[in-house]
C-alpha cells in the first residue's frame, strides 16, 4: 500500500527541516572560523601598527636631533655675522663722527635724538605685533609636523617685545625634544588606532549584512 500524499509531504518537509538545520550549522561554523580569522588578523595589524609607531618614534628622534642640531648652528651663524656687523659698523661711525664732532655736534644730537625716538616707535608697534601674532599666523609659519604639537601647547605660547610667538615656540620645541616627539607619537597612536576601529566596524557592518542576507534566504526557503 502507497503512502498518502499527507504522509509524504511530511517526510519532505522533516527531510527540509533537517537539511536546512545543516546549514544552518554550517553556516555557525562559517562564521566562527570568519570571526576567528578576523581577530587574528587585528592582533596582526595591532602588532604591525606598534612596529611602525615605534620605528616612526626613532626616525622623528633623530629627526629633531639633526634639525636642532642645524637650528643652533644657524643661530651661531647668524650671531658671529651680526656682531661682525654691529662691530664694522661702530667703527665706521665712530670714524666719521671724530672727523665731524666739532662741526656738527648739535646736529648730530638732534638726528641721534630724532632717529632713536623713530626706533623707538617702530620697536614699539613691532613688539605688539610679535606679541599679537595668532595661531593661524603661527601655523602658517611651521613645518606641517610641528603645526600638531602647536595646536596642543598654544596656550602656553607668549611672545613679547623681542621676538614673536612663532619664535617663542620654535626655541620651547629646540628645547624640549622630548615633549614635541611625545606629542607626534601620540597623534600617530590615535591615527592607527582610528584606523584599527574604522576596520572593525566594517568587518561588523558587513558580517551583520551577510547574516541578514543569510537570515531572508532561509526564511524564503522554509516552507510554510
Same mark, same amino acid.
Given at each position: ?16 527541516l533537517?537539511?536546512l ?15 576567528? $580569522?578576523? #581577530?587574528? &588578523?587585528? *592582533? =596582526?595589524?595591532?602588532? /604591525?601598527? %606598534? @612596529?611602525r609607531? +615605534?620605528a616612526?618614534? !626613532? $626616525?622623528? #628622534?633623530? &629627526?629633531? *636631533? =639633526?634639525?636642532?642640531? /642645524?637650528? %643652533? @648652528?644657524?643661530? +651661531?651663524?647668524?650671531? !658671529? $655675522?651680526?656682531?661682525? &656687523? ?16 666739532? $662741526? ?28 599679537a601674532?595668532?595661531d ?20 602656553s ?28 607619537a ?9 584606523e ?8 561588523r ?20
Amino acid at each position: 500500500m502507497g503512502l498518502s500524499r499527507e504522509t509524504l509531504h511530511r517526510r519532505t518537509a522533516a527531510e527540509r527541516l533537517r537539511e536546512l538545520r545543516r546549514l544552518v550549522r554550517e553556516a555557525r561554523q562559517r562564521q566562527k572560523a570568519a570571526e576567528k $580569522a578576523t #581577530r587574528a &588578523r587585528c *592582533r =596582526r595589524l595591532k602588532a /604591525e601598527t %606598534r @612596529e611602525r609607531i +615605534r620605528a616612526f618614534k !626613532a $626616525a622623528e #628622534r633623530e &629627526r629633531l *636631533r =639633526r634639525e636642532v642640531h /642645524e637650528m %643652533r @648652528e644657524a643661530a +651661531r651663524a647668524d650671531c !658671529a $655675522a651680526a656682531k661682525a &656687523r654691529a662691530h664694522d659698523l661702530g667703527e665706521d661711525v665712530i670714524g666719521r663722527r671724530k672727523a665731524r664732532v666739532e $662741526a656738527q655736534r648739535a646736529y648730530l644730537a638732534a638726528t641721534r635724538a630724532a632717529a632713536q625716538h623713530e626706533r623707538q616707535q617702530r620697536a614699539s608697534v613691532r613688539a605688539r605685533q610679535r606679541a599679537a601674532e595668532s595661531d593661524d599666523a603661527v601655523r602658517r609659519n611651521l613645518p606641517d609636523d610641528l603645526v600638531p604639537v602647536f595646536n596642543a601647547v598654544k596656550a602656553s605660547v607668549r611672545g613679547g617685545p623681542r621676538r614673536s610667538r612663532t619664535e617663542a615656540f620654535l626655541e620651547w620645541s629646540a628645547e624640549n625634544p622630548g615633549e614635541v616627539i611625545a606629542i607626534q607619537a601620540t597623534r600617530a597612536e590615535r591615527a592607527a588606532a582610528a584606523e584599527i576601529a574604522a576596520h572593525e566596524r566594517e568587518l561588523r557592518a558587513a558580517h551583520r549584512r551577510k547574516t541578514r542576507r543569510r537570515s531572508a534566504a532561509l526564511q524564503e526557503e522554509v516552507p510554510f
